[in-house]
């Protein structure tokens, strides 16, 4: 993750009140869990989903593109900006056997903000990635970092019950109620 492309980001973003969170290998940096981000992944809420596309073409080159299966999210942009490879998911959804996963990520008042260089930089919360890793393929590793994590500093119950009114595959939903129940315990 190239810092001064997150800090163009967050001040555009923040000026303009889109709603919106980092996620993705640049929040696991933020939680001191991996050590070089591959990219910014940035998840915004379904409403401010164009909004942030017309902000954010001012500052790099864009393509809309399809996305990829099992991925089927609403609002998919990558972006070049300063060197940087940035992904903006608005209703981000992935499809699994057993339906469709989907996250309409808005902030909250127990939304995780850090702060770079006085820029404010809303986290999307380590819960909802556990989830999507789970969902995702090939990436089982970043769930279980996540998943040691959580067991260790406690869980955000009311983000991993509302994936788990979502219909996920049973091994999903079980290791979410084993996480939460460890985390707990």
Same mark, same amino acid.
């Given at each position: 993750?190239?810092? $001064? #492309?997150?800090? &163009?980001?967050?001040?555009?973003?923040?000026?303009?009140?889109? /709603?919106?969170?980092? =996620?993705?290998?640049?929040?696991?940096?933020?939680?001191? *869990?991996?050590? &070089?981000?591959?990219?910014?992944?940035? *998840?915004?809420?379904?409403?401010?989903?164009?909004?942030?596309?017309?902000?954010?073409?001012?500052?790099?080159?864009?393509?809309?593109?399809?996305? !990829?299966?099992?991925?089927? @999210?609403?609002?998919? %942009?990558?972006? %070049?900006?300063?060197? @940087?490879?940035?992904?903006?998911?608005?209703?981000?959804?992935?499809?699994?056997?057993?339906?469709?996963?989907?996250? /309409?990520?808005?902030?909250? @008042?127990? @939304?995780?903000?850090?702060?770079? $260089?006085?820029?404010?930089?809303?986290? %999307? +919360?380590?819960? /909802?990635?556990?989830? *999507?890793?789970?969902?995702?393929?090939?990436? =089982? =590793?970043?769930? /279980?970092?996540? $998943?040691?994590?959580? !067991? &260790?500093?406690?869980?955000?119950?009311?983000?991993?019950? #509302?994936?788990?009114?979502? +219909?996920?595959?049973?091994?999903? &939903?079980?290791?979410?109620?084993? %996480?939460?129940?460890?985390?707990?315990?």
């Amino acid at each position: 993750m190239k810092k $001064e #492309a997150l800090l &163009r980001i967050a001040e555009i973003l923040n000026s303009n009140a889109v /709603d919106w969170g980092l =996620g993705g290998s640049s929040m696991l940096w933020f939680h001191g *869990l991996v050590d &070089r981000p591959n990219d910014i992944d940035l *998840l915004v809420a379904e409403h401010d989903a164009l909004r942030a596309h017309e902000l954010l073409s001012q500052l790099g080159t864009y393509e809309a593109l399809q996305p !990829k299966e099992p991925f089927c @999210t609403k609002y998919f %942009t990558h972006y %070049t900006i300063l060197g @940087t490879e940035v992904d903006v998911m608005g209703l981000l959804s992935i499809r699994h056997a057993e339906s469709v996963y989907r996250l /309409d990520w808005h902030a909250d @008042t127990n @939304t995780r903000v850090e702060s770079l $260089e006085g820029v404010s930089i809303p986290l %999307t +919360p380590l819960e /909802d990635w556990f989830v *999507l890793y789970l969902l995702m393929p090939g990436r =089982g =590793g970043k769930a /279980d970092l996540i $998943e040691g994590h959580l !067991k &260790r500093q406690g869980v955000r119950r009311d983000r991993l019950e #509302a994936a788990l009114q979502q +219909p996920l595959p049973a091994e999903v &939903r079980a290791r979410v109620l084993a %996480t939460m129940a460890e985390a707990e315990g």
